[in-house]
Every structure is written in C-alpha cells, then in structure tokens.
C-alpha cells in the first residue's frame, strides 16, 4: 500500500490539489482519502466525497497529536477492510509532518505500507510571510517534505515564484518543487517527482512494540483528553482556534454570504483574525462554495451538499458576532 501525506498550511490548496488526484487516478487505483480538519465542522470531506470512491473523517483534533491513537486505530481499520492501494492523507493546515510521519513507525504498519510520500503543498503567495512569522514551524515542515508543490503561481509574477522555490531548495536542498496553478500538475513530471524524490521510497522501518495492538487498545492509550478538540502544541504556537456552524433546511442569501466574507477579509475586523474561512451554502438557485484564503475570496457551484456548514480558523474569533452575521445571511432574515 502506498501513502501520500498531502499537506500544507492553512489554505494552500490541498484539498483541490487531492481533488485531482482523484479524478486522474481514482478510477485506476483503489483508493481511500483521510481527512483530517482542525475544526468540529467538516467540510474538505464532503467536498471530496462529491467525487465518490472511499472519503473518511477525522474532524475536531489533529491527528499529529490529540487524534494521534485514533488515527493509528483508523489506518490499521483500513489496511484490515478496505485493502486500498493508495491511502491519501490531508491532516489540518496547522499538522506538523514529523510527528505524523512518526506514527507510521510503528511495528503494526512495517508488513503494510510500502512507500510514504510526504507531499508539502505551499501557497506561492503567502509562503515567505509566514516563514518570516513562524521560522521553525514551516523549516520543519519543509525538511521533512519528500516534493513540494509551489500553488498559486498564478497569484504572482514570475521573480516572486522564483525566490520563494529558491527558499525552499535552501531549506531542503535537493527537493524538487513542481510550480502550479490551482493544483494542477503535469502527471508524468508528478510521477517521476514522486518516484524519484529522496527518501519517499523508503520501506517502513519498526520504532515500535504496538504490534498486535488492536484499534480500542490504541484508542485507550490516547495521552490527550478526547473532549479537547483545540489542544495542539502548534496551536499554542501560532495561537489558531476554530469555530463552526451548520445549517439544516436554510436557505441563504448569496450578495449578504458575500459581503460576510468580505468583512472576515479587513484586517481589523470587529470579526476577529480570519486566516482560513470555508462555507458549503444552500441557495435558493442550488449549492455554493464559499471560501477565503491567502487573503482572496473565491466562490464555485456545487452539484449536491448533505447541508449547510461553515467553518473558520484565526484567532480573537468573535464567535457570537459571526453566528449573528451567518443568521442575518438567511433569505428569512436578509428580505
């Protein structure tokens, strides 16, 4: 069984990125997705079960961390039923590579997986911000990273690309950094990267006595308390949290959903800080796709949803000011 590790700061493109994936290569190989959102409402995981095949959630944690002892009981679940030939995982924006990578040496997974590819993706527009903000974060995250996507190019000129690939070649010297614009990637130059990239062959190695550990053993060990879904050591660090809402049978006012976004975008919002904002919206015309990221609002239709979710990440999250305006965007409350 191969794994790629799909990861990358909070709006990065991961998710379109995977997304991709699944259409190139989701009909030809046996596939399962695991996501993993920071926050308790989930919504990358809808986003890609439109796709269909095999999409399973982990929402509220990080699954570096309070998730840990869950995450290692839902891989061996996997390896056991599903049998998949690629498991591709999406961990939260604010997961840190090392200590994923280091559940999977555990003696349980040594006979199972064959190959990990840890695959950063890095948004080209906000990359050198946040190293300047959080060095030794996104230094870890890219040494530890097998391939790099360099997204949104499109977003900068050209000189701007090339030094940020220039700062991620000296932090991990001889990666290779595929440049692209919403997640698309030439497929043979994917493929090649990720067949030749250093490390990413490398078979599992034992670090473990968890052999024979079966998945409520695991969930039993868990060292983080289950009900805490914020406890992060990078939240302590970078000072994120979340908050969530969902919606049942309410219908939403696009122009109003937009202006909210807007205002999530101004710097010293009564909103608080919002880095990451993501919504799934019923309209009276269908669904809508609703998102803020790397400072940019963007917004798509969407065939079908299960109903209305928004989810938020930053920090000084005015919960009670953002429910009000969410509720204001409905067509009862909007006329």
């Known amino acids: 069984m191969l794994v790629d590790i799909v990861y990358g700061f909070l709006g ?3 998710t379109t990125f995977i997304t991709r994936v699944l259409e190139r290569w989701g009909a030809d190989q046996k596939t399962v997705v695991l996501v993993n959102e920071f926050g308790d409402v989930g919504i990358d995981g809808e986003l890609l079960k439109n796709l269909g095949g095999n999409v399973l959630e982990m929402p509220s944690g990080c699954i570096c961390c309070t998730l840990q002892a869950d995450f290692r009981a839902q891989m061996l679940e996997i390896c056991r039923t599903i049998r998949p030939e690629r498991v591709i995982i999406e961990p939260t924006g604010v997961a840190t590579i090392a200590q994923i990578q280091s559940i999977f040496q555990a003696q349980l997974f040594e006979n199972t997986i064959e190959k990990i590819h840890n695959v950063m ?3 080209a527009t906000g990359f050198m911000g946040l190293y300047k903000a959080n060095r030794h974060f996104m230094e870890s995250q890219v040494k530890n990273a097998h391939l790099a996507l360099l997204n949104k190019c499109d977003k900068v000129d050209k000189r701007t690309a090339m030094v940020t690939q220039g700062a991620i070649s000296a932090i991990n010297p001889g990666i290779i950094v595929l440049m692209t614009e919403f997640g698309a990637v030439d497929w043979g130059e994917y493929q090649f990267a990720l067949a030749t990239a250093p490390g990413s062959g490398d078979r599992i190695t034992a670090q473990s006595d968890t052999e024979g550990i079966q998945p409520t053993d695991l969930k039993e060990r868990n060292p983080f308390h289950p009900a805490d879904p914020h406890h992060h ?7 994120f949290e979340s908050f969530g809402l969902e919606y049942r049978e309410t219908f939403f006012d696009r122009k109003c959903l937009e202006d909210f976004f807007q205002e999530l975008n101004v710097a010293d919002s ?5 880095v990451r904002a993501k919504g799934i919206f019923r309209l009276e015309n269908g669904w809508m796709l609703m998102e803020l990221a790397s400072g940019g609002f963007s917004c798509q239709p969407l065939r079908v949803a299960t109903g209305t979710k928004v989810s938020l990440i930053g920090k000084n999250i005015n919960r009670h000011l953002i429910q009000a305006a969410v509720d204001h965007c409905t067509l009862e409350n909007s006329q």
């Open 121 to 123: 993706v890095a948004d």
């Open 233 to 239: 050591e990078e939240q302590d660090a970078l000072g």
């Open 12 to 14: 990065s493109g991961k």
């Open 270 to 274: 009564d909103l608080g800080q919002i």
